[in-house]
């Protein structure tokens, strides 16, 4: 192995292991989500993923399109349990905690995605 591949290898390593610490250090924590329930590109629902009683799990029915959809969440997790959909594709996605994997139902034409939550005094890196 010549010098410039160890260099090349150690600085994937190094840049590899910046990206983890930073994902995990501007993620919210799990006493900061929200979970954002659309239906037709609408927003219906907020859920509060925080602040519940520990392996505690909770259920909320909504409608649709192809018919009930049931969602399950507790404490910094959401999962949609049971729907009417080809293939069961939505409750086939499990539970997630993660804002960079929303869950998706195109059949229903529904999914839900995760948010930090944000204090009204916070500003936004965006709008300032």
Do not use: H
């Not at 840049?15 to 927003?43: E, G, H, M």
């Amino acid at each position: 192995m010549k010098n410039g591949d160890k260099i090349l290898i150690i600085s994937l390593v190094l840049l590899s292991f910046i990206f983890f610490v930073s994902f995990r250090l501007l993620s919210p924590k799990t006493d900061q989500l929200v979970a954002n329930v659309y239906y037709q590109d609408q927003l219906i629902d907020s859920i509060n993923l925080y602040g519940l009683e520990p392996n505690q799990i909770y259920t909320k029915e909504y409608t649709g399109e192809n018919g009930l959809i049931y969602v399950e969440y507790q404490n910094g997790m959401i999962r949609v349990e049971k729907e009417t959909s080809p293939n069961n594709i939505c409750s086939i996605q499990g539970w997630t905690s993660n804002q960079f994997k929303p869950i998706i139902c195109l059949p229903n034409k529904f999914y839900i995605e995760i948010q930090g939550s944000k204090n009204e005094n916070e500003t936004d890196a965006i709008t300032g």
